[in-house]
């Protein structure tokens, strides 16, 4: 028994040492620890495949930790100790809550290790830079495109992330800024599905019931509860040709509706500008001025401008069945 | 003649183990279990063994520690609480709704105010269980729906910033180094322990779970002892609550869902039955321990969050099949 006992802890012990040996190994390189605010989430995932892809990475001279924040800024918090105490060169993270990220980055930016912010905002201003999409110009931009799709006017529904973060707070004033230029748009209801496609299918169930043939288009602003709306369609036979969907962020999923015409318009999010630009920002602060990027987003599609601006606003690719297929 | 029958009651439930020593036993060998694991991350990391990152995880498992306490006294009554993650972001949310820059008062009313939420829907969780024979699983669960609308009501669905330093002291203050969620954990464990071993109202919680029947025969009030320990366990969470809003520098309507999860996966792991009648807060503090360790241990390691997810899992479950495998 005790044999067995001492064996099993042997055995143990000689699986960690095969572990920590890894861990030994990648003391030479750039550490990086990538705080993903919810790896069960599909922008998410992408977030932190793109940092595991840059070719930095790739080539092995930056050892990435990717930290799964699972929704909850209390796990952010609790990462970011782990962290400095892991003493990591850098922190990229993607704040899921605005205010309650703040003293977690101020603790980490005071212990000397640069955080660049990436995806989402935060209420902290000691953060070495920042590199996300202008939601509001996003939610302005499917306003716009939906007065442009409905010249005429007509009833609209609004599905809306979970009210008071910043992403929706923003979507929110944007898409309120570019329906503003279209009175002949009216806004008949609007409530939160909470990012989620359940949430958004049972709300666009519902509002088919409240207002049968009266709404004329969907806005959202995500993909996720636009999928849910076009499911709750689907079943309900309403037509997808008169009836637009407009959303944002562009996921797998989102772009297979745009490229199958159920949904009309996606905003891209480029995960791999928010993730692999993030990386060369944390290089950049490592290392020093003379790091020159290596990431393609920065040739394709925004400007390195020697890398020491504090915050970096990531274009919104807009997609429609014309031009999906090119980034499927 | 209630304490004859009490000691009637415990010899009952010793004779199903094989000696007094029975429980003792058992809250070493989950030591043992805390003690493999620490040292397996502790060679499998550099990092593992500092003092720093055991202020870390012990600070990591104090909300969990002290949330698994009050359910431990909860479950030992065979009862259950689901609403502790709901109750202890009400609790938050008032307290901190008291301490803003806009509406600051003294932080000891905003102290008193989130245990008072919280003992009061503990109250109400153990009225509905005892006086409406509601099942604990049901009355908790709708608690946890309740606080929870109650929170995004009362806070309309928005987060409140901007707390006080006083109050952002209880969750990010230390003294002498230890970081005051830890001196919360430990005192809150130090009182519920002796509360439980020394005390009439221990003695009776053991009773009523071991034997409700027999313990009411012999006098003890059993709704009495039952709705008691909803109020120590909602007590329990406004007080986490307190100690979450303060370490996160905001009230989040969303905070702590799914944290009544971890607390009971604390206390089973920690040997207490669901059964009632049997378990301890030893084990359950190094249940609550055990589990702040697999997150931290893994996080340091690098090891993808998927996997953490299904280990939790499997620990539990092997925590309680070899429970069973003992009795």
Same mark, same amino acid.
């Given at each position: 028994?005790?044999?067995?006992?001492?064996?099993?802890?042997?055995?143990?012990?000689?699986?960690?040492?095969?572990?920590?040996?890894?861990?030994?190994?990648?003391?030479?390189?750039?550490?990086?620890?990538?705080?993903?605010?919810?790896?069960?989430?599909?922008?998410?995932?992408?977030?932190?495949?793109?940092?595991?892809?840059?070719?930095?990475?790739?080539?092995?001279?930056?050892?990435?930790?990717?930290?799964?924040?699972?929704?909850?800024?209390?796990?952010?918090?609790?990462?970011?100790?782990?962290?400095?105490?892991?003493?990591?060169?850098?922190?990229?993270?993607?704040?899921?809550?605005?205010?309650?990220?703040?003293?977690?980055?101020?603790?980490?930016?005071?212990?000397?290790?640069?955080?660049?912010?990436?995806?989402?905002?935060?209420?902290?201003?000691?953060?070495?830079?920042?590199?996300?999409?202008?939601?509001?110009?996003?939610?302005?931009?499917?306003?716009?495109?939906?007065?442009?799709?409905? /010249?005429?006017?007509? =009833?609209? $529904? @609004?599905? #809306?992330?979970?009210?008071?973060?910043?992403?929706? &707070? +923003?979507?929110?004033?944007?898409?309120?800024?570019?329906?503003?230029?279209?009175?002949?748009?009216?806004?008949?209801?609007?409530?939160?599905?909470?990012?989620?496609?359940?949430?958004?299918?049972?709300?666009?169930?519902?509002?088919?019931?409240?207002? /049968?043939?009266?709404? =004329?288009? $969907? @806005?959202? #602003?995500?993909?996720?509860?636009?999928?849910?709306? &076009? +499911?709750?369609?689907?079943?309900?036979?309403?037509?997808?040709?008169?009836?637009?969907?407009?959303?944002?962020?562009?996921?797998?999923?989102?772009?297979?509706?745009?490229?199958?015409?159920?949904?009309?318009?996606?905003?891209?999010?480029?995960?791999?500008?928010?993730?692999?630009?993030? $990386?060369?920002?944390?290089?950049?602060?490592?290392?020093?001025?003379?790091?020159?990027?290596?990431?393609?987003?920065?040739?394709?599609?925004?400007?390195?401008?020697?890398?020491?601006?504090?915050?970096?606003?990531?274009?919104?690719?807009?997609?429609?069945?014309?031009?999906?297929?090119?980034?499927? | 003649?209630?304490?004859?029958?009490?000691?009637?009651?415990?010899?009952?439930?010793?004779?199903?183990?094989?000696?007094?020593?029975?429980?003792?036993?058992?809250?070493?060998?989950?030591?043992?279990?805390?003690?493999?694991?620490?040292?397996?991350?502790?060679?499998?990391?550099?990092?593992?063994?500092?003092?720093?990152?055991?202020?870390?995880?012990?600070?990591?498992?104090?909300?969990?520690?002290?949330?698994?306490?009050?359910?431990?006294?909860?479950?030992?009554?065979?009862?259950?609480?689901?609403?502790?993650?709901?109750?202890?972001?009400?609790?938050?949310?008032?307290?901190?709704?008291?301490?803003?820059?806009?509406?600051?008062?003294?932080?000891?009313?905003?102290?008193?105010?989130?245990?008072?939420?919280?003992?009061?829907?503990?109250?109400?969780?153990?009225?509905?269980?005892?006086?409406?024979?509601?099942?604990?699983?049901?009355?908790?669960?709708?608690?946890?729906?309740?606080?929870?609308?109650?929170?995004?009501?009362?806070?309309?669905?928005?987060?409140?910033?901007?707390?006080?330093?006083?109050?952002?002291?209880?969750?990010?203050?230390?003294?002498?180094?230890?970081?005051?969620?830890?001196?919360?954990?430990?005192?809150?464990?130090?009182?519920?322990?002796?509360?439980?071993?020394?005390?009439?109202?221990?003695?009776?919680?053991?009773?009523?779970?071991?034997?409700?029947?027999?313990?009411?025969?012999?006098?003890?009030?059993?709704?009495?002892?039952?709705?008691?320990?909803?109020?120590?366990?909602?007590?329990?969470?406004?007080?986490?609550?307190?100690?979450?809003?303060?370490?996160?520098?905001?009230?989040?309507?969303?905070?702590?869902?799914?944290?009544?999860?971890?607390?009971?996966?604390?206390?089973?792991?920690?040997?207490?039955?669901?059964?009632?009648?049997?378990?301890?807060?030893?084990?359950?503090?190094?249940?609550?321990?055990?589990?702040?360790?697999?997150?931290?241990?893994?996080?340091?390691?690098?090891?993808?969050?998927?996997?953490?997810?299904?280990?939790?899992?499997?620990?539990?479950?092997?925590?309680?099949?070899?429970?069973?495998?003992?009795?």
């Amino acid at each position: 028994m005790k044999v067995t006992r001492r064996s099993t802890i042997a055995s143990f012990a000689a699986a960690a040492i095969i572990l920590s040996t890894g861990t030994a190994f990648a003391q030479s390189k750039t550490r990086i620890a990538a705080l993903s605010f919810g790896e069960s989430g599909e922008y998410m995932k992408a977030w932190s495949s793109e940092i595991q892809n840059h070719p930095a990475v790739k080539d092995g001279s930056v050892a990435v930790t990717i930290f799964d924040g699972k929704y909850d800024p209390l796990v952010q918090a609790n990462q970011i100790d782990t962290a400095i105490t892991q003493k990591f060169d850098a922190i990229i993270m993607s704040p899921f809550d605005l205010q309650a990220s703040a003293p977690a980055i101020d603790k980490a930016v005071a212990a000397g290790i640069p955080v660049i912010v990436s995806a989402l905002k935060t209420a902290s201003k000691n953060y070495t830079a920042s590199i996300i999409v202008n939601d509001t110009e996003g939610g302005r931009i499917i306003g716009d495109q939906l007065g442009k799709l409905l /010249p005429n006017g007509g =009833n609209v $529904v @609004l599905m #809306e992330g979970p009210i008071g973060q910043s992403a929706q &707070i +923003e979507r929110k004033a944007g898409i309120d800024a570019g329906l503003a230029k279209f009175p002949k748009l009216k806004l008949i209801a609007s409530k939160s599905g909470n990012w989620s496609r359940a949430e958004g299918q049972s709300l666009m169930e519902n509002w088919l019931l409240a207002h /049968p043939g009266q709404i =004329n288009a $969907v @806005l959202a #602003e995500n993909d996720e509860m636009a999928l849910g709306a &076009i +499911e709750a369609m689907k079943s309900a036979k309403v037509d997808f040709k008169s009836v637009p969907v407009l959303a944002i962020d562009g996921i797998p999923d989102g772009k297979r509706a745009v490229q199958k015409g159920e949904m009309t318009v996606t905003l891209y999010k480029y995960a791999r500008a928010e993730g692999q630009g993030a $990386v060369d920002l944390a290089l950049h602060a490592v290392k020093g001025d003379s790091y020159k990027p290596r990431s393609e987003v920065w040739e394709s599609l925004m400007e390195w401008k020697g890398g020491s601006q504090k915050d970096y606003v990531v274009p919104w690719l807009i997609l429609d069945a014309s031009n999906v297929a090119k980034y499927m | 003649m209630v304490a004859n029958a009490i000691s009637n009651v415990a010899t009952g439930a010793r004779s199903k183990s094989i000696a007094a020593v029975g429980p003792y036993l058992k809250s070493f060998s989950i030591v043992i279990v805390f003690v493999v694991i620490s040292a397996f991350f502790a060679v499998a990391n550099e990092y593992f063994m500092t003092w720093l990152n055991w202020v870390n995880l012990l600070r990591q498992s104090s909300i969990n520690g002290v949330l698994a306490i009050g359910v431990t006294f909860v479950i030992l009554t065979k009862g259950i609480d689901l609403s502790v993650g709901s109750v202890m972001a009400l609790a938050g949310m008032i307290a901190a709704s008291l301490v803003t820059s806009t509406n600051q008062h003294f932080v000891l009313w905003a102290i008193v105010a989130g245990l008072g939420t919280g003992a009061a829907l503990g109250l109400l969780n153990g009225v509905i269980v005892t006086a409406f024979n509601v099942p604990p699983f049901v009355a908790t669960l709708g608690m946890l729906s309740m606080a929870r609308g109650l929170t995004l009501i009362f806070s309309d669905g928005r987060p409140v910033p901007n707390l006080s330093e006083s109050f952002r002291w209880i969750g990010g203050g230390s003294v002498a180094g230890v970081p005051v969620p830890v001196l919360i954990l430990f005192l809150v464990f130090a009182i519920g322990w002796v509360v439980l071993s020394y005390t009439t109202f221990g003695r009776y919680v053991y009773a009523v779970g071991g034997n409700d029947k027999a313990a009411k025969t012999s006098g003890i009030s059993t709704r009495t002892v039952i709705a008691s320990t909803y109020v120590i366990s909602g007590l329990l969470a406004g007080l986490a609550g307190l100690v979450l809003t303060s370490r996160t520098t905001a009230a989040l309507p969303q905070a702590g869902i799914g944290y009544e999860l971890d607390a009971i996966a604390a206390v089973v792991i920690g040997g207490t039955s669901l059964a009632g009648g049997r378990g301890s807060l030893v084990g359950t503090l190094f249940g609550a321990l055990i589990i702040g360790t697999i997150n931290n241990g893994m996080d340091l390691m690098g090891v993808s969050s998927y996997y953490q997810q299904l280990l939790k899992g499997a620990i539990i479950v092997v925590a309680v099949m070899l429970d069973q495998f003992r009795k």
